[in-house]
RNA sequence: CGGGGUGUAGCGCAGCCCGGUUAGCGCGCCUGCUUUGGGAGCAGGAGGUCGCGAGUUCGAAUCUCGCCACCCCGACCA
């Protein structure tokens, strides 16, 4: 309802919960006021505080919606670099279709109007207007004639206009992909990993045959995967989903599933085969080389901010953030230390020289001179956000030509010459790029396990969580019963694993293989 | 939608039981001085429709009723 005589705004939402200062008594420092409570103590605290300590996002006045501040998007933009220029290297183009979907569309495909029915934001009035007692209402003169469906997804709006697009095989194949924003109306939300509303890139391809099609899946799942290792620091394993999990209206779904450091999974990218289903919904056919008429074969494939949220759960750490240096937005920071006013020239004036060296260098790198801060608290405060490589010069430093470099993953320091500074901040910038990714991988390695037990399934996954390599008869039935038993769900069944005949634990029915097992986010 | 809880300064809270001047405290913010190699100290200052609306009362943050919002737990999910 609007308020008359003032904005729609009453108190916060998403009001941060009380710490829950009778169970774990937290000593409230003077100088720890923004102290970021300990991952071990409460994580989903822990993910809270450093999203705002490192400023990536902020609460709404919609519930259920984040503000993406300039240190969050700053991570986007350089997440959407990397992966665009791998969508152009394989052909894709971008392109933009319309946040709004008539309604009508939404019931064409009956896999899909079923998966996505239920979290749909529509429009259905075109204007406000003032009422007798001088309160904004919808006006009802202004009802439209067909609902507008806020885009879940765009695949029927695109398949709608590639049925106009395509008529012959010459057409094929279309390659597109569009950034944009979704919306899904979520019952329970968290900032990055479920928000009504999200930045991702949605992209829908149309093929000649079935195999080009699944060729395209696995092609896009494949760059997912890349990006998430090389660039994300984030080991993931590759698979397919079971038909409980498969996207609404798709004939497969590829995904790639990540380890968070709580022992829950988190699904980072998909990638769906979509067969005919939505060209035979929209009537989109072609004639082939041999006169004849073909339904069109599709696929779409997308990652979205979800992914800061993985970064976030993989990487960081009681201090705060830590990034990656690929993606980080700053990826050293510089802090003059300094006490008179001429200290303070001279330093500064060599951490200028430094920084104009390792920015010719190619390194993003940051000079912070603001004044009104003490240095302890500048370190503090560029840890909690997450920057890779702190370097601190002083009067000493000046002198000695020497500068200290602290690494954030490690939290080590060294002194190193600024002769060859800039090879040494990047070689620095590789080797932790590649540390943590071999930190995330030990964790996960360590925390996968192979069980043939139900009752050990159970009290691993109630112990400690993690992967769980189980064998699975097939049946939708025992990943139901499981997921009802234990909240854990096949995250998926990994590619390129043997074929390993044993017996299904929960069923004590035949299985072919081992599939993944998690609780997920 | 069912169960439990909370609304007092930007944030975190006290005050409410037992009504009584100008509603406090910590952090943050502003100004000045001293500081500056790991979250500084002192002094001064700004900041409030006590969620909203009725009622009881000489008097309501406090008591009563109604409403609203949000949080936590459950049913859906990138």
Known sequence: ????????????????????????????????????????????????????????????????????????????????????????????????????????????????????????????????????????????????????????????????????????????????????NVVRWEMRTRLFLRTMEFLWQEGHTAHATRGEAIEETERMLEIYATFAEDWMAIPVVRGIKTASERFAGADETYCIEALMQDGKALQAGTSHFLGQNFAKAFNCQFQNRDNELEYVWATSWGVSTRLIGALIMVHSDDQGLVLPPKLAPTQAVIVPIHRTDEERERVVARARGIAADLRAAGVRVELDDREGFRPGWKFNEHEVAGVPLRLAIGPRDVENGTIEIARRDDRSKTSVPQDGLAQTVRTMLDTVQQALFDRALAFREANTTDVDSYDEFKELLDRRGGFFRMHWDGSAETEARVKEETKATIRCIPLGAAEEPGVDPVSGAPSKRRVLYARAY
């Not at 309802?1 to 916060?12: E, K, L, Y």
């Not at 300590?53 to 700053?74: E, H, T």
């Not at 997440?79 to 052909?91: N, S």
Request: glycine share 4%; hydrophobic share 40%.
């Open 1 to 180: 309802m609007i308020v008359p005589g003032g904005p729609h705004r009453r108190g916060r939402v998403y009001r941060r919960p009380a710490r829950r200062s009778v169970l774990f008594p937290v000593h409230r420092l003077s100088t720890m006021a923004d102290a970021i409570t300990p991952r071990a103590q409460d994580y989903s605290q822990w993910y809270l505080d450093i999203v705002q300590g490192a400023r990536l996002a902020d609460y709404s006045p919609v519930r259920g919606c984040m503000i993406i501040r300039p240190n969050g998007y700053a991570l986007w933009e350089n997440m959407q670099a990397a992966l665009d220029a791998m969508f152009k290297a394989t052909g894709h183009r971008n392109a933009y279709f319309p946040l709004f979907i008539p309604q009508s569309f939404l019931a064409r495909e009956a896999a899909h109007v079923e998966g996505f029915a239920k979290e749909c934001a529509v429009v259905t009035h075109s204007r406000l207007k003032l009422d007798e007692d001088g309160a904004l209402v919808t006006d009802p003169e202004s009802k439209l004639e067909e609902n507008l469906v806020v885009r879940p997804t765009s695949e029927t709006i695109i398949w709608d206009t590639y049925s106009k697009w395509i008529q012959s095989w010459r057409d094929l194949p279309i390659l597109l992909n569009q950034w944009n």
